[in-house]
């Protein structure tokens, strides 16, 4: 833990009192989204203190040029960055004629913000004397909504405290904006247009090489004492505009400022026709009003909660932190657009760059399998076979052939855009998650459609891949696949990465298995699957010799499968033996010292042993366990989560309970000192696993839902709900009972400590 100032609620993210040395961790923590677009949580008012200013469009972004120092043959020519979009949310404040800007004025007190997730608002409230003695009180609130996914509300109130004073007001749409992570400094955005009309102001501005054509709007209007106020048009810049309002405000009156802004797209309207369509939702929100709005944005909040909440009861900081990934989640990605998909950081900073990483589909598709539809989880599969053709692209420009397809490592349309090498060449662990997704979406919707229809023209580009990138090796007898990087990123350019090579194994397994299914079950489907890729027995027998024959390293010493042929040969330090000084490694230590060192960054084989459990005993998991935790510095945000539920499945309840609050509170205690870049997104999916398939032990076998539910000894009791087959359970676990209620028309059956147990639908059964 490394900031403890967020207090403790269950259902809102608190800070009080002003602090400089914060402000950039508090906008990342307070960021709002809607899954449409999103913002971190910077001040309306002009503030000169250090900021990070951004919001952001999704699937808007600019394909920046690559810089690295020597240029490698396959190197993808551009980095695709996440756009920091034209600012909608700025107001200026002048009281009489002062500047409002916290980092200048002589005190600042009563200093608090709200995220309400329940609700999905933020305000912000603070009193200030100004560096000309008059006091101030303000109150903001601001909400994006989720019904009019792309309008955003703010209600601006200003009191003035001790004295009379001229309030200008001059709210305003900004198009000279940067991103921070640029390689070039290049230009990312066109302005082409400038324009108000009254208490509306529109810029039009597309993207540099991409062309996304946007129109940032705004409305405003100010009252007193519910009179209007009239508006004063400014003259429009080249890259602002605006509008203005002046008024004589009197001690303690208030007066109050609402705006409305967002974002039009060419990707939802046609490109002339931008401005229209903002119009027409200015209409829409102004004829509904804040409040209107705000209760809306409330509803529809509710509904979500009704079926994703985890509810924990006696550990407020647990529930928080479940609560603020939940919440995040939700704003990320909510399944209404399939060319979207679920970044890294989503809406709340710039770092990693591209939309798409293999954490969609490694941890990401099961919390929104469970907790909406199969169609949503649909969406994101459908995300990955319409981008099949630039993964056979990707493939051949490293010189694989004949239809083997390799997904990107980073991505916004499919085409590989991350420029690490040993990153982009070399992490191809990613193919395995995309095939694995497509078995775990069957096993648990038990909708088998998408194999035939898409799922398997993308395992068949997946095994031709892992066939052709493991070579056979004359002095082991055995296929290995060399100079790879699993999702430990702290061991690069190594040999037979177990984790790899077990998953090009299986991939290959798995792919078989479906071509006699969908032979056997889907003629016309496999008729056309088989002329399209030109699939052939011969080519099929290659590939199974290839996965019958796989090499994994191993160690008849210690009884493990070793994370890659040379591990033993490191100085094998534990974790524990480490100075707090060299903590964290990737911010204390040379890259050459990690890449010698034997600590782990995110489990590699506990993350084999996690999605092949059936494939090992538990004896085999607890040696395992054993050895490598010890050196694992979990400084991936996607590492705690996987030992979690490893901890639990091996009943160490208090190991497992420590690394589900890391996990949980990852960026609300900032644990890598990296919060202020923005949040970790795609790992908050493994703080509800850590819960649901931890400690509830929810798993899938034999086609039945199963549960061995264990609760920490810090909680009363705590509950979840999974969408399973289109049938929804409650799950509730005490200390000392187990509950389950089923929603549905027809009885189920599912496994609890492997007893067989009967839910009807209605009634409430006590294990």
């Keep these: 833990m490394n900031q403890d100032y967020i207090k403790p609620n269950p259902w809102s993210l608190i800070e009080e009192g002003f602090e400089t040395d914060r402000v950039k961790s508090s906008e990342s923590l307070f960021s709002i989204g809607n899954g449409a677009m999103g913002q971190r949580a910077n001040f309306e008012e002009y503030y000169s203190g250090d900021t ?49 800007d916290l980092a200048t004025c002589k005190k600042v007190t009563s200093f608090k913000r709200e995220l309400n997730m329940k609700e999905g608002w933020y305000i912000r409230s603070f009193q200030a004397t100004l560096p000309n003695d008059i006091e101030v009180k303000v109150d903001v609130q601001r909400f994006l909504s989720l019904d009019l996914d792309e309008l955003g509300a703010i209600e601006y109130k200003l009191t003035v405290l001790n004295s009379d004073a001229n309030i200008r007001m001059t709210p305003y749409i900004d198009s000279g904006i940067t991103n921070e992570d640029s390689n070039w400094d290049d230009k990312f955005w066109n302005t082409t247009s400038v324009a108000s009309i009254g208490n509306r102001a529109f810029i039009e501005a597309h993207t ?86 705000l209760k809306k944005q409330k509803q529809t909040w509710a509904a979500i909660w009704e079926m994703s909440d985890i509810t924990i009861e006696g550990d407020v900081k647990a529930q928080q932190g479940i609560r603020f990934n939940i919440f995040q989640l939700n704003q990320t990605y909510l399944g209404k657009d399939s060319r979207l998909n679920i970044g890294p950081k989503g809406f709340t900073g710039e770092k990693y760059g591209g939309s798409t990483y293999w954490d969609t589909e490694a941890y990401c598709l099961p919390f929104y399998m469970a907790t909406k539809n199969q169609e949503v989880a649909w969406s994101l599969l459908e995300y990955r076979y319409n981008h099949l053709e630039k993964a056979i692209e990707n493939a051949k420009k490293l010189g694989f052939s004949y239809g083997a397809a390799l997904y990107p490592m980073v991505t916004m349309n499919g085409e590989e855009c991350h420029n690490e090498w040993e990153i982009t060449f070399e992490e191809i662990h990613r193919n395995g998650a995309i095939a694995f997704a497509i078995y775990n979406y069957y096993r648990f919707t038990g909708d088998y459609s998408y194999i035939p229809e898409m799922g398997l023209e993308v ?87 290839v996965a019958s024959n796989m090499f994994f390293p191993f160690s008849k010493k210690h009884q493990i499968f070793l994370q890659q042929d040379g591990f033993l040969d490191k100085e094998l330090i534990k974790v524990n033996d480490l100075a707090k000084s060299d903590r964290p490694i990737n911010q204390k230590w040379s890259w050459d010292r990690i890449l010698r060192s034997p600590y782990i960054k995110q489990a590699d084989i506990l993350q084999g042993f996690y999605l092949f459990e059936e494939d090992f005993s538990i004896e085999e998991l607890e040696k395992h366990f054993d050895f490598y935790e010890p050196f694992t510095v979990h400084e991936s945000s996607l590492s705690p989560c996987v030992h979690s539920i490893q901890a639990a499945k091996l009943g160490r309840m208090d190991q ?79 200390v000392d009972n187990t509950s389950f209620e089923l929603t549905g028309q027809e009885e189920m059956s599912i496994r609890v400590n492997n007893q067989r147990v009967i839910l009807l639908p209605g009634k409430q059964v006590n294990v």
């Excluded at 398939?693 to 920490?712: A, H, N, S, W, Y």
């Design 208 to 293: 540099m090489k991409t062309n996304f054509a946007t129109c940032t709007f705004m409305e405003a209007t100010a009252e007193v004492n519910n009179q209007m106020i009239e508006v004063l048009e400014l003259q429009d810049e080249e890259l602002v505009v605006g509008c203005q309002f002046q008024h004589e405000l009197k001690s303690n009156e208030t007066i109050t400022l609402t705006k409305y802004g967002g974002y039009t797209v060419s990707t939802n309207h046609k490109p002339s026709e931008l401005i229209d369509a903002a119009n027409h939702l200015l209409n829409e929100a102004s004829g509904l009003g804040f409040e209107v709005l």
């Design 52 to 100: 990070f200013q951004g919001s952001y469009i999704a699937g808007v972004y600019y394909p920046d040029k690559t810089r690295v120092g020597w240029w490698k043959n396959g190197y993808p020519e551009y980095f695709a960055k996440v756009l920091n979009a034209p600012n909608w949310i700025g107001i200026n404040i002048h009281v009489n004629e002062q500047a409002l």
């Design 656 to 734: 497992a309970y420590t690394f589900y609050l890391r996990t949980s509170r990852l960026d609300l205690d900032d644990y890598n000192k990296e919060v202020e870049e923005g949040l970790h997104i795609t790992s908050m999916a493994g703080t509800w696993m850590s819960i649901v398939e931890g400690f509830g032990g929810m798993r899938v076998l034999e086609d039945k839902l199963c549960f061995t539910p264990q609760i920490p000894k810090q909680w009363k009791s705590y509950s979840f709900k999974v969408n399973f087959r289109n049938r929804i359970i409650k799950v509730s676990v005490s």
């Design 459 to 545: 395992l068949i580009g997946i095994a031709r891949f892992w066939h052709q990138r493991a070579n056979y090796s004359s002095k082991k007898k055995k296929f290995v696949i060399l100079g790879v990087t699993g999702p430990n990123e702290y061991e690069n350019n190594i040999n037979n990465n177990w984790y790899t090579n077990y998953l090009a194994k299986w991939c290959i397994k798995y792919t078989l298995k479906q071509l006699q299914k969908v032979k056997d079950g889907y003629p016309v489907d496999y008729d056309r699957i088989i002329a399209h890729t030109k699939l052939t027995s011969d080519e099929t027998d290659l590939w199974d010799e």
